[in-house]
Every structure is written in C-alpha cells, then in structure tokens.
C-alpha cells in the first residue's frame, strides 16, 4: 500500500487528500523488454455534476461525491522504448456550465481551450500483448467526456475516437 498526501491542482495548500494506492511489485530473473510501471486509469462519476472523470490521479471527496465506475487499463508512467506510443494528459474545461474531465492526447488541452491538469500516462499506438483498447467517449447528455474500453462506449456515449492501447494488468 502506497500512502501519499495529494493537492489537486490550482487549489493551493489548504485542500490536500490523504490517498491510499494498492501496490503490485512482482521480481523477474529476466530483463524486462516490456514497461515496468503502470498507473491504474480509472473513470469515476459524480451524478451531482453530471460528470465522468478518466484519470490516474485521486479525485477528491474520498467516495462521498465522485463513485468509481469503471478501470480502463493501466497507463505506463514513462514512454516505452522502442514502442510507439502516445503521451495522454487530463484536461478539464467548465464551458458547458460544469465540470468536462477528458484524457487526450498531448497538445489538446491547450489548442481546444481546456486546462491542462496533468500528464496521465503512455498508451500504445499499436495492439500489444495484453493490453486493451481505450476510446475517448462523450455524453451529449450530459455534456462529459469518459474513456472506455468498448468502441460502443458502453452505451452511455458515442465513440469520438482510438486513444491507444492501455496495458490490461
């Protein structure tokens, strides 16, 4: 278990989280041609606000305000060697009157007016060994982007577009 206090970004030093993060270490005699680190990416809600959020990082309200809904994948920490792949960030924009969490590719939040929170992670351009496909989805119904790893968007959105492929453990 891995125990860190978090600050969201843009809400200075007197909002902090206390977050707790399960662990996964395995040891290999082998090198490792393949990343060694992963992020879960996971999509939360909050019906309040009628936003779906997609990321690696502790959304706030410890449970009380923000449910998890689904794990997308694993996002990998560092750009694999040798591998293509695409650098995803976690933007957020408040134009529609609320709260619009998306993960995009890198350079998106600031040509298309979101603001940048944080890089979230790598995916693969190509299918690999176990990983999975991670679409961007949008709910015109509620005015929210979410990733999924279904091309129907679970039947909650319809499909914008391939981010790339998650790592599946």
Not at 89 to 111: M, N, P, Q, Y
């Amino acid at each position: 278990m891995l125990v860190y206090v978090y600050y969201q970004p843009n809400e200075g030093g007197t909002q902090k989280y206390l977050v707790f993060r399960d662990v996964a270490v395995s040891v290999s005699d082998a090198p490792s041609s393949s990343p060694v680190v992963g992020v879960l990416l996971a999509r939360w809600y909050d019906p309040a606000l009628h936003d779906h959020w997609s990321t690696t990082a502790a959304v706030p309200g410890n449970y009380s305000t923000y449910k998890l809904e689904a794990k997308t994948g694993y996002l990998m920490t560092a750009a694999p060697a040798g591998k293509a792949s695409v650098e995803l960030e976690d933007c957020l924009s408040t134009r529609s009157g609320h709260s619009d969490h998306l993960i995009a590719e890198k350079g998106f939040c600031a040509a298309h007016d979101y603001q940048r929170l944080r890089t979230a992670g790598w995916v693969y351009s190509q299918p690999q060994a176990q990983t999975v496909p991670l679409y961007r989805c949008y709910s015109e119904k509620e005015h929210s982007h979410f990733a999924s790893n279904q091309s129907d968007c679970e039947n909650v959105g319809t499909l914008e577009h391939l981010l790339g492929y998650a790592l599946s453990q």
